[in-house]
T-cell receptor
C-alpha cells in the first residue's frame, strides 16, 4: 500500500509567495525525486536527490533529502502563475531498485 | 525530439472489449514501465521491463499483459475491459537511477 505521506494535499497561494511541501516515509529511501504534472500531461522530473542531507536547486525550486533518509521537502520561491500543477514526490527504497513509490501529490493553485 | 511517446492519447471503449496501448522511447533507456493514475491522481506502478525482460509485476489482474518486442517498446494489452480500468495510463522509461521520463498518458474510459 501507500507508504509515502505527502502534504499538503493542496495549496492556494498568491503570486509571489513561497510554497513548501514535504513527503515522509516509513521506509529508508536512497533516492528522492520531485515531479510536476501539468493537466493532460505526464509528470516531468524537477529535481533528483541521491544523498542524505543533499540540497539541490533548479531555478526557483529547492529540494532537500532529509538526514533521516525518510523525508524530503520541496520549496518554490516567488511563485508565478505557471507554477500551477500537481507536484509529486517519489522515493526509491534501498531494497527496491527501479521501483519508485509516489506520494499522493500536492495541487498548487496560484492566483494573481 | 527525444521522448517517450504513447498512443492513443484517448481511448473510449465498451466493457468487455480488448484494447492495446503502445509505447516507444528513443532515449536509449534500458528500463520501461507502465503506471496507472487513478481519479485521485495517485500513481501506481504496474509493470517494469529491463531489456525486454519483466522485472516488476505488481498485483495487477492478469487481464493486463505487457509485451516488450525490444527495449525501445513496451505495449500494454488489456482483455475484457471493466469499468474500474478507467484511468490514465502512463508509460515511462529510465536509465539507472536518474528517475523516470514519462509519456503524456493515455486516458482510458470504459463505458
Amino acid at each position: 500500500g501507500q507508504q509515502l505521506n505527502q502534504s499538503p494535499q493542496s495549496m492556494f497561494i498568491q503570486e509571489g509567495e513561497d510554497v513548501s511541501m514535504n513527503c515522509t516515509s516509513s521506509s529508508i529511501f536512497n533516492t528522492w525525486l520531485w515531479y510536476k504534472q501539468d493537466p493532460g500531461e505526464g509528470p516531468v522530473l524537477l529535481i533528483a536527490l541521491y544523498k542524505a542531507g543533499e540540497l539541490t536547486s533548479n531555478g526557483r525550486l529547492t529540494a532537500q533529502f532529509g538526514i533521516t533518509r525518510k523525508d524530503s521537502f520541496l520549496n518554490i520561491s516567488a511563485s508565478i502563475p505557471s507554477d500551477v500543477g500537481i507536484y509529486f514526490c517519489a522515493g526509491q527504497r534501498t531494497d527496491s531498485w527501479g521501483k519508485f513509490q509516489f506520494g499522493a501529490g500536492t495541487q498548487v493553485v496560484v492566483t494573481p | 525530439d527525444t521522448a517517450v511517446s504513447q498512443t492513443p492519447k484517448y481511448l473510449v471503449t465498451q466493457m468487455g472489449n480488448d484494447k492495446s496501448i503502445k509505447c516507444e522511447q528513443n532515449l536509449g533507456h534500458d528500463t520501461m514501465y507502465w503506471y496507472k493514475q487513478d481519479s485521485k491522481k495517485f500513481l501506481k506502478i504496474m509493470f517494469s521491463y529491463n531489456n525486454k525482460e519483466l522485472i516488476i509485476n505488481e498485483t495487477v489482474p492478469n487481464r493486463f499483459s505487457p509485451k516488450s518486442p525490444d527495449k525501445a517498446h513496451l505495449n500494454l494489452h488489456i482483455n475484457s475491459l471493466e469499468l474500474g480500468d478507467s484511468a490514465v495510463y502512463f508509460c515511462a522509461s529510465s536509465d539507472s537511477e536518474v528517475g523516470y521520463t514519462f509519456g503524456s498518458g493515455t486516458r482510458l474510459t470504459v463505458v
